[in-house]
Antibody
Framework: EVQLVESGGGSVQPGGSLRLSCAASGFIFSNYEMNWVRQAPGKGLEWVSFISSSGVNIFYADSVKGRFTISRDNAKNSLYLQMNSLGADDTATYYC??????????WGRGTLVTVSS | EIVMTQSPLSLPVTPGEPASISCTSSHSLLHTNAYKYLDWYLQKPGQSPQLLIYLGSNRASGVPDRFSGSGSYTNFTLKISRVEAEDVGVYYCMQALQTPFTFGPGTKVDIK
């Protein structure tokens, strides 16, 4: 069974940092492009960051560029998102997604990040 | 940035009847490789989004065949041939042609 399980969310003060993790199982992680997508409470979906299957190609949304860092460890079947200088606008549920162009896209259940003083 | 729009934004449906959602992109999603980089997702209440359709018309594994995707260039459509009660939720289209990947605003589908 395919699973993507996010962790690392929680409450943090403005200006603080968090590191999200996403553990993958049930598929060949190293063959999948990975993304982080977030959803603010009651709002729509916003793409945050992309990393290619090898980790060579990385892209960010302008809203997080310079503050967030995506990475992956194919040996550990894991995806990460280091989030620094967090602000209220970063409050959201963060989902990791995995895409293989022959099979489609898998989503995790998400982890909630709350930025508040 | 490619801007995605959807219509309608709210869609009351009757079980057993067909339903259709439109998605328009500000830039063609047809790649030179002939693939259309457009996904459809359904987010059921309290759940994470699930993939319905990818590359414009490819049904994801496990998705009932009452769901179909069509369209090209900048205009795409998701059709449900016969709506069932379990189809309620918010439907999103998303372009995967270029970063930043962008989503439509969502279409909320509920039962009349």
């Amino acid at each position: 069974e395919v699973q993507l399980v996010e962790s690392g969310g929680g409450s943090v003060q403005p200006g603080g940092s968090l590191r999200l993790s996403c553990a993958a199982s049930g598929f060949i992680f190293s063959n999948y492009e990975m993304n982080w997508v977030r959803q603010a409470p009651g709002k729509g979906l916003e793409w945050v960051s992309f990393i290619s299957s090898s980790g060579v190609n990385i892209f960010y949304a302008d809203s997080v560029k310079g503050r967030f860092t995506i990475s992956r460890d194919n040996a550990k079947n894991s995806l990460y998102l280091q989030m620094n200088s967090l602000g209220a606008d970063d409050t959201a549920t963060y989902y990791c997604t995995g895409r293989h162009w022959d099979y489609g896209v898998y989503w995790g259940r998400g982890t909630l990040v709350t930025v508040s003083s | 940035e490619i801007v995605m729009t959807q219509s309608p934004l709210s869609l009351p449906v009757t079980p057993g009847e067909p339903a259709s959602i439109s998605c328009t992109s500000s830039h063609s999603l047809l790649h030179t490789n002939a693939y259309k980089y457009l996904d459809w997702y359904l987010q059921k209440p309290g759940q994470s989004p699930q993939l319905l359709i990818y590359l414009g018309s490819n049904r994801a594994s496990g998705v009932p065949d009452r769901f179909s995707g069509s369209g090209s260039y900048t205009n795409f459509t998701l059709k449900i041939s016969r709506v069932e009660a379990e189809d309620v939720g918010v439907y999103y289209c998303m372009q995967a042609l270029q970063t930043p990947f962008t989503f439509g605003p969502g279409t909320k589908v509920d039962i009349k």
